[in-house]
T-cell receptor
Framework: AQSVTQLGSHVSVSEGALVLLRCNYS??????LFWYVQYPNQGLQLLLK??????LVKGINGFEAEFKKSETSFHLTKPSAHMSDAAEYFC????????????????FGQGTILTVHP | DADVTQTPRNRITKTGKRIMLECSQTKGHDRMYWYRQDPGLGLQLIYY???????NKGEISDGYSVSRQAQAKFSLSLESAIPNQTALYFCATSFRGWLYFGPGTRLTVL
């Protein structure tokens, strides 16, 4: 069984400030972890993913996330927020391996809406 | 052209009506998925298909059915729509763990 909890349904930052979106997961097997972004009226776009290689994962648009097994966390960060970062962000988990049958069968968090103020 | 397309993009229907949402992809992926998005709940998996002959139920399949007409086409049907099926529906394909989402269909059931 697996689950994802995103702490904070809304996060507001000023332009140029640090962005920190929190994600904690629960998984009975080693997980793959993902962050997706959804802009208004669009589908989800993959930001980055962790698949048991480097624990610090760099994604698109300057975002990165660090896998911390001891804390069961996969928080998303960006050093300096831009107005274009305003969107909803989803953390997701799937079981690693399993012969590939887990691919696409993600469990999503409830989402965090990021607002960026000028 | 988009790699994963969904039709219609918006649909309003009435309780009890049958409705079909269609998904097509040009990525050549075998695996296709239907997800439902509700505000504050994230996305939930409805059905998934690993190839034309392999269709599986997801977390919330009750009230839905699917058809994989070809590698490139995966349709979702609501046999008798009800208001709590009002949601945003996403089709997706995957390859090596990467999910590629369509733009979504916003369905309203009155």
């Amino acid at each position: 069984a697996q689950s994802v909890t995103q702490l904070g349904s809304h996060v507001s930052v000023s332009e140029g400030a640090l962005v920190l979106l929190r994600c904690n997961y629960s998984s009975s097997v080693p997980p793959y972890l993902f962050w997706y972004v959804q802009y208004p009226n669009q589908g989800l776009q993959l930001l980055l993913k962790y698949t048991s290689a480097a624990t610090l994962v760099k994604g698109i648009n300057g975002f990165e996330a660090e896998f911390k097994k001891s804390e069961t966390s996969f928080h998303l960060t960006k050093p300096s927020a831009h107005m274009s970062d305003a969107a909803e962000y989803f953390c997701a988990v799937s079981p690693a391996g399993a012969g590939g049958t887990s691919y696409g069968k993600l469990t999503f968090g409830q989402g965090t809406i990021l607002t960026v103020h000028p | 052209d988009a790699d994963v397309t969904q039709t219609p993009r918006n649909r309003i229907t009435k309780t009890g009506k049958r409705i079909m949402l269609e998904c097509s992809q040009t990525k050549g992926h075998d695996r296709m998925y239907w997800y439902r998005q509700d505000p504050g709940l994230g996305l939930q998996l409805i059905y998934y298909s690993f190839d034309v002959k392999d269709i599986n139920k997801g977390e919330i399949s009750d009230g839905y059915s699917v058809s994989r007409q070809a590698q490139a086409k995966f349709s979702l049907s609501l046999e008798s729509a009800i208001p709590n099926q009002t949601a945003l529906y996403f089709c997706a394909t995957s390859f090596r763990g990467w999910l590629y989402f369509g733009p979504g269909t916003r369905l309203t059931v009155l």
